[in-house]
């Protein structure tokens, strides 16, 4: 079992950065792929970024170049860096863990989710 616990939301201006933060339970968190999702008002969950457990990363079209995801092995912590944020950013921005081997960029292929934290650009 993983409990995971997001953090690091909040208003920002258009072209300003912010940093999420992912803090997980548990001991094998090293063993798990981490991802980050986002879900805008209407609209269906969508894959953001993901990082195996080898460091290899996966990005959505949308955000590569301005957001960076990575790992904390020894602080069982993911994170997302994201930077020159844009109003169509804006989102609940949700973590999650899953076991190698399964599909990184579908929410199928994660088992355990965080509460998710607002993430709202201003224009």
């Known amino acids: 079992q993983v409990q995971l616990v997001e953090s690091g939301g909040g208003l920002v201006q258009a072209g300003g950065s912010l940093r999420l933060s992912c803090a997980a339970s548990?001991?094998?968190?090293?063993?798990?792929?981490m991802g980050w999702f986002r879900q805008a008002p209407g609209k269906e969950r969508e894959f953001v970024a993901a990082?195996?457990?080898?460091?290899?990363?996966n990005y959505a079209d949308s955000v590569k170049g301005r957001f960076t995801i990575s790992r904390d092995n020894a602080k069982s912590t993911a994170y997302l860096l994201m930077n020159s944020l844009e109003p169509e950013d804006t989102a609940v921005y949700y973590c999650?863990?899953?076991?190698?081997?399964?599909?990184?960029?579908?929410?199928?292929?994660?088992?355990?989710w965080g509460q998710g934290t607002q993430v709202t650009v201003s224009s």
């Open positions: 548990g001991r094998t968190f090293s063993s798990y792929s």
């Open positions: 999650a863990a899953g076991p190698f081997g399964r599909a990184w960029s579908t929410p199928g292929g994660y088992d355990y």
């Open positions: 990082i195996r457990r080898s460091d290899r990363t």
